[in-house]
């Protein structure tokens, strides 16, 4: 039994070091923001264990020494300097050192602006470029490397709240309430963004890509998502994308000018994952969540339509694959 215990202990110890690395992890940093908080907590704890140490150190002696050797006017001495004015003067040291850390990144004229809705169970997506139009997508983040963005960030429904753990820290988004987060990313890579505030039955379904990228690559894929959908889209499968009425819920700027009810799908083809990070982005995981999207993701307002032929789901799908 005694052997046991360390080795749970140690089990225990290696599963949560996992969570130090990933796409979604707060150590993987590739923000300033982030990159500070981690700094900042990684100060805090070193101080908070010497501190610990220390009182464990106090209870240590206190325990051991034989009874006579410690008088009152030593007992006070130690229990002055170890347990009020060692931790009084750590405790300072820390806050003067972490006060100027918390400050926010200020926002320069000119900046990206990217406007994110959280919706029930999905993103909504806006890039606005200093005097340009915006562009509009969904379910995916893009970002220039060393240039600050704000994000707007809001809700139509119920509280959400966006957090990339690598860029930065969480902010909440509240119907009726544009909340602010002014970022910068650091390091190209691709990583991960989720809802971190339960808002219904598909939340932990309610996630989003991240690429951060070089700002001269950011900019040809952001002049390349402003475009229009490709001509060329097969007509029988644009047919029957409008015979089932997705029209009626989505825009594919270029073939239909659609509803903003729903994401808009104009390069779908060209994002990384579908349903808000929860299926690959290839065609049959399309056609799967085209069919029975609560399937995929319960709660989700999208119709669905059990009744379609499987030729016909590939179809749609085959079309939505190929808008890039």
Avoid at 7 to 28: D, I, N, P
Avoid at 249 to 264: E, L
Wanted: with cysteine; net charge negative.
């Amino acid at each position: 039994m005694s052997e046991a215990i360390p080795r749970t202990l140690l089990l225990a110890l290696l599963m949560m070091l996992g969570g130090c690395e990933g796409v979604q992890s707060a150590f993987s940093v590739f923000g300033e923001e982030a990159e500070s908080t981690r700094r900042l907590a990684v100060v805090m704890f070193g101080g908070a264990t010497v501190i610990t140490i220390a009182v464990l150190l106090l209870a240590w002696h206190a325990v051991r020494t034989p009874p006579g050797q410690l008088d009152h006017a030593g007992g006070m001495r130690v229990i002055l300097w170890l347990g009020a004015v060692f931790p009084t003067v750590v405790l300072t040291l820390l806050l003067v050192w972490a006060l100027p850390t918390m400050r926010t990144l200020a926002a320069q004229d000119g900046d990206l602006e990217i406007a994110v809705d959280g919706e029930q169970f999905w993103w909504r997506v806006s890039y606005r470029p200093a005097g340009d139009e915006p562009v509009v997508a969904a379910n995916e983040i893009r970002v220039p490397v060393g240039r600050t963005v704000t994000f707007l960030l809001d809700s139509p429904d119920v509280i959400h709240s966006f957090w990339i753990p690598g860029l930065a820290g969480k902010v909440d988004m509240i119907p009726g309430r544009t909340n602010r987060l002014v970022a910068r990313a650091t390091r190209a890579g691709e990583y991960r963004g989720v809802c971190a505030e339960f808002c219904g039955v598909s939340h932990a379904r309610m996630a989003f890509d991240v690429v951060a990228m070089a700002p001269d690559a950011f900019d040809r894929w952001l002049a390349d998502q402003a475009r229009t959908a490709a001509p060329d889209a097969p007509e029988e499968c644009r047919a029957l994308f409008e015979g089932y009425g997705c029209q009626g819920c989505h825009a594919v700027r270029g073939h239909f000018p659609g509803s903003p009810i729903g994401p808009d799908l104009t390069h779908i083809g060209s994002r990384r994952s579908i349903a808000a990070a929860t299926l690959p982005m290839d065609v049959s995981s399309l056609a799967r969540f085209v069919r029975d999207a609560s399937e995929v993701k319960p709660g989700s307002l999208m119709p669905t339509f059990t009744h379609m032929p499987a030729a016909h789901a590939e179809s749609i799908a085959g079309y939505l694959a190929g808008l890039r």
